[in-house]
């Protein structure tokens, strides 16, 4: 059983006055999932579980991952992936922590600034165009058959490349 991580994680749920339920639909899980969590049921949720709950809760990802005693080669690959990303952000002044997590995913292992929450954050007034327009370059396109692909929590977008001849 994992009760430290399940304690942690009721204990910054709880101060939020997060209801399980709430936090389950939050973070687009089985709320039956979380109260496994909190009881140390499962021993080890996966990464992208407690990539979400870093997001909503706001608890240090990599303090998740060892309490869900993930190995030292499994953290440095996660935490320097995430590093990467979070090395870019860290130039722009005016992105906070608590907007880095609301703008970036868990994607097959890797975290990636999400294009979609990155428009979401703009359409919601969270950030200007200037931040935005900054965020979309940082997101780190892939150009492949004259197509520009950001990726995405929900799917990724595909454009086509304007600049292709």
């Known amino acids: 059983m994992n009760t430290e991580l399940g304690e942690l994680i009721k204990k910054i749920r709880m101060e939020k006055s997060l209801s399980q339920r709430e936090l389950a639909r939050r973070?687009?899980?089985?709320?039956?999932?979380?109260?496994?969590?909190?009881?140390?049921?499962?021993?080890?949720?996966?990464?992208?579980?407690l990539f979400r709950i870093y997001q909503e809760l706001g608890i240090n990802f990599v303090t998740l991952l060892k309490l869900a005693k993930y190995s030292d080669k499994e953290l440095w690959e996660l935490a320097g992936i995430g590093n990467r990303v979070y090395n870019q952000l860290e130039f722009m002044d005016d992105i906070d922590e608590e907007l880095t997590r609301k703008i970036t995913t868990l994607r097959n292992g890797d975290?990636?600034?999400?294009?979609?929450?990155?428009?979401?954050?703009?359409?919601?007034?969270?950030?200007d165009e200037k931040q935005t327009i900054r965020l979309i370059v940082a997101c780190n396109p892939i150009d492949?058959?004259?197509?520009?692909?950001?990726?995405?929590?929900?799917?990724d977008v595909i454009i086509d490349n304007p600049f292709s001849h």
């Open 27 to 49: 973070i687009d899980i089985d709320n039956a999932a979380i109260s496994r969590i909190e009881k140390g049921l499962i021993k080890k949720p996966s990464s992208e579980i």
């Open 111 to 127: 975290v990636i600034i999400d294009v979609v929450k990155v428009l979401n954050a703009y359409k919601s007034g969270i950030i």
């Open 144 to 155: 492949v058959d004259n197509q520009i692909i950001y990726l995405s929590e929900k799917g």
